[in-house]
């Protein structure tokens, strides 16, 4: 069994029954506030400014107002907010249709899966999920890290990561995989500190005209021994 504590009291363990409603809290509250970081990717983004540039110019076209056009703007930006936050949820939501509706038996009763909770005087803090990978028996997929708004940057995301490292070690197995979008900046430099090296990079489809890059992550479990 995993589980250790931080000299500033965090302490990191197994999932138990009575962390779940608090850890899926967690994870929901991270896939929202991750649209707001896909919203300012998609705003620094030049093909997307093209595009609403593009269509606040065809607005002034057809109407000939500054002002109508400059409400077009508003409205497009807005709508790309809300598709931001949609798709953020309905990702949250169709991992709580799936392993998530029922951590005790995907993960607090399975020999290949496990969920962590960081806990600071009781209450639940952080959350992170592995699983074997079924396309590769020799490998942990790290799938979920989350940790709660006012703890974030404290190191409890590294002490999660630690633990995932410990249970594949423990386990066995050769390596560990993850994967980050390039609005993850944060889970990006948290992979990389914590030895974790890119694999791949891949593209994934968001908006009609903006995707996001994706890195893929390996760490070497036996090489690191």
Same mark, same amino acid.
């Given at each position: 069994?995993? &589980?250790?504590?931080?000299?500033?009291?965090?302490?990191?363990?197994?999932?138990?029954?009575?962390?779940?409603?608090?850890?899926?809290?967690?994870?929901? /509250?991270?896939?929202?506030? @991750? &649209?707001?970081?896909?919203?300012?990717?998609?705003?620094?983004?030049?093909?997307?400014?093209?595009?609403?540039?593009?269509?606040? #110019?065809?607005?002034?076209?057809?109407?000939?107002?500054?002002?109508?056009?400059?409400?077009?703007?508003?409205?497009?930006?807005?709508?790309?907010?809300?598709?931001?936050?949609?798709?953020?949820?309905?990702? %949250?939501?169709?991992?709580?249709?799936?392993?998530?509706?029922?951590?005790?038996?995907?993960?607090?009763?399975?020999?290949?899966?496990?969920? #962590?909770?960081?806990?600071?005087?009781?209450?639940?803090?952080?959350?992170?999920?592995?699983?074997?990978?079924?396309? /590769?028996?020799? %490998?942990?997929?790290?799938?979920?890290?989350?940790?709660?708004?006012?703890?974030?940057?404290?190191?409890?995301?590294?002490?999660?990561?630690?633990?995932?490292?410990?249970?594949?070690?423990? @386990?066995?197995?050769?390596?560990?995989? &993850?994967?980050?979008?390039?609005?993850?900046?944060?889970?990006?430099?948290?992979?990389?500190? &914590?030895?974790?090296?890119?694999?791949?990079?891949?593209?994934?489809?968001?908006?009609? #005209? #903006?995707?996001?890059?994706?890195?893929?992550?390996?760490?070497?479990?036996?090489?690191?021994?």
């Amino acid at each position: 069994m995993v &589980s250790y504590m931080s000299d500033s009291g965090i302490k990191v363990r197994p999932c138990e029954r009575r962390d779940i409603q608090a850890a899926l809290k967690i994870f929901r /509250d991270g896939c929202i506030d @991750n &649209s707001q970081d896909i919203f300012r990717v998609f705003l620094h983004r030049q093909t997307a400014r093209l595009y609403i540039s593009i269509i606040a #110019f065809v607005a002034w076209v057809f109407f000939r107002s500054f002002a109508i056009s400059g409400s077009v703007i508003i409205t497009t930006v807005a709508v790309m907010y809300v598709v931001s936050y949609i798709k953020s949820a309905a990702y %949250a939501k169709r991992r709580m249709m799936t392993d998530l509706r029922d951590i005790k038996r995907n993960y607090m009763d399975s020999r290949k899966a496990e969920m #962590f909770i960081a806990e600071d005087d009781g209450e639940v803090v952080g959350t992170a999920t592995v699983s074997a990978m079924k396309v /590769d028996s020799t %490998a942990l997929e790290l799938q979920t890290l989350s940790v709660s708004r006012l703890y974030r940057r404290s190191g409890i995301g590294t002490m999660l990561v630690a633990a995932a490292i410990k249970y594949g070690k423990s @386990n066995r197995y050769e390596k560990i995989m &993850s994967h980050a979008s390039e609005s993850q900046m944060a889970a990006q430099r948290l992979l990389e500190k &914590s030895g974790f090296k890119i694999k791949s990079r891949k593209l994934t489809s968001f908006f009609p #005209f #903006f995707r996001l890059y994706n890195k893929v992550y390996c760490y070497r479990l036996r090489e690191s021994e």
